[in-house]
């Protein structure tokens, strides 16, 4: 069994800032991809960014420039870093990983995080 476990969201100012941290606990062999997604109300959950075993980065062009998905294999913890947030910004963040148990990769999701900005 393995547990994904956020922290971090609140609320914030426009211009503001804060760090998400998304931390797997369990039985863990390794980890593969991570990622953070994002729902608004009324809206389909949506990609922020992604980051391989290797490093290797990827954002959606509406947080480019303002986020920064990095992560700490010896914690096996998983961080977004978000600056210069804007209303849009608002939803519930959900970490995502896929991670290998005993042999198999098996994919989880956190329970979802707030971050509300205002205006």
């Known amino acids: 069994q393995v547990q994904l476990v956020e922290s971090g969201g609140g609320l914030v100012q426009a211009g503001g800032s804060l760090r998400l941290s998304c931390a797997a606990s369990?039985?863990?062999?390794?980890?593969?991809?991570m990622g953070w997604y994002r729902q608004a109300p009324g809206k389909q959950r949506e990609l922020v960014a992604t980051i391989t075993s290797a490093g290797s980065t990827n954002y959606a062009d509406s947080v480019k420039g303002r986020f920064t998905i990095s992560r700490d294999n010896a914690k096996n913890t998983m961080y977004l870093q978000m600056n210069s947030l804007k209303p849009e910004d608002t939803a519930v963040y959900y970490c995502?990983?896929?991670?290998?148990?005993?042999?198999?990769?098996?994919?989880?999701w956190g329970q979802g995080t707030q971050v509300t900005v205002s205006s």
């Open positions: 369990g039985n863990i062999f390794s980890i593969n991809a």
């Open positions: 995502h990983m896929v991670v290998v148990v005993s042999i198999a990769p098996y994919a989880y």
